[in-house]
């Protein structure tokens, strides 16, 4: 069973930058592409940021020039380093993986860009 378990959330002012993490267990970590989503309050889940297996990396027009996603196969982690948060980025962040009936998700970390 694949279990996801996202942290480093939390309060960070405009501006500022915050690193989340997304640690994986319950399979072959390298194998699998990874994603990142938010879901801001009273919006649908958007995607973010993607990882492949052999770590070429895609992201939404939200996220580019702003947000970096890597991975260290090694720790079964996947990042997402956020620069020059806005207020807008302010979202409940999940890590995804595809497969089972709906993909696997962690309970997600909560993001606040506030003065």
């Known amino acids: 069973q694949v279990q996801l378990v996202e942290s480093g959330g939390g309060l960070v002012q405009p501006g500022g930058s915050l690193r989340l993490s997304c640690a994986a267990s319950?399979?072959?970590?390298?194998?699998?592409?990874m994603h990142w989503y938010r879901q801001a309050p009273g919006m649908q889940r958007e995607w973010i940021a993607s990882i492949a297996s052999g770590d070429s990396t895609t992201y939404a027009d939200s996220a580019k020039g702003r947000f970096t996603i890597s991975r260290d196969n090694a720790k079964n982690t996947v990042y997402l380093q956020m620069n020059s948060l806005k207020p807008e980025d302010t979202a409940v962040y999940y890590c995804n993986r595809r497969g089972g009936a709906s993909g696997y998700w962690g309970q997600g970390t909560q993001v606040t860009v506030s003065d």
């Open positions: 319950g399979s072959i970590f390298r194998l699998y592409a």
